[in-house]
């Protein structure tokens, strides 16, 4: 299983609720990502967890709230977004290794209203 | 400063023919690694290829060969008979995992249309 799932894959919601983000994979990888991509725009990296702790926040808005509940899976919690937040956010993982590639999953579309 | 530059925003290629995709990168980190994306319309980033910077050769994947020039700071794709399903943004990246950035870093992209 060489898969990263994100789900949902589109999301709508306004400015005052909470959703939250959900990514998974099964390859034993101990490292995940988030990236936010606006439209035209290259991924920018927001949040890195190794071995189940954040150990890089790019200065995200704490609107924002990253949880690794165990090795497989990666949540991204969200409330009272902006609708500049409106973005694809691509989930990704790798082995820990230096220069490990990533695996990506095919994002979830968000639009904050 | 741009860790990575790609200065091509749109290029065109007919079907079959080679075209290449200009990246060049700028780091102090000696063990570096570079990679290219594609991504379709749909959204998916696809790894299509990785150039250690200690690698004495170019990395080549089936239709896809990097050329590296270590001097020259640059990273370049190669896709060789380009088909249909090519068309896409392409991403160059970057590691810099001396730095503590084991993270990828993008460029801008590069968007290749294959014409029939």
């Known amino acids: 299983d060489t898969e990263v799932t994100q789900t949902p894959k589109h999301l709508v919601m306004g400015m005052t609720n909470k959703k939250s983000l959900k990514c998974e994979q099964h390859m034993g990888h101990r490292a995940m990502y988030w990236y936010k991509q606006k439209a035209k725009k290259p991924p920018e990296l927001m949040f890195v967890y190794s071995y189940e702790k954040l150990s890089i926040n790019e200065s995200v808005p704490s609107r924002f709230s990253p949880e690794c509940p165990n090795s497989s899976l990666l949540n991204l919690h969200l409330h009272a977004l902006q609708p500049e937040d409106s973005a694809l956010y691509l989930c990704a993982s790798s082995q820990t290794g230096a220069n490990e590639k990533l695996f990506f999953g095919s994002g979830t579309q968000l639009s904050v209203l | ?116």
Do not use: H
């Open chain 2, 1 to 116: 400063a741009q860790k990575i530059t790609q200065t091509q925003p749109g290029m065109f290629v007919q079907e079959k023919e080679a075209v290449t995709l200009d990246c060049t990168y700028d780091t102090s980190d000696p063990s570096y690694g570079l990679f290219w994306y594609k991504q379709p319309s749909s959204g998916e980033m696809i790894f299509l290829i990785y150039q250690g910077s200690y690698d004495q050769q170019n990395a080549t994947e089936g239709r896809y060969s990097l050329n590296f020039q270590k001097a020259r700071k640059s990273a370049n794709l190669v896709i060789s008979a380009s088909q249909l399903g090519d068309s896409a943004m392409y991403f160059c990246a970057m590691r810099e995992p001396d730095t503590g950035r084991r993270a990828l870093t993008f460029g801008s992209g590069t968007r290749l249309q294959v014409q029939p």
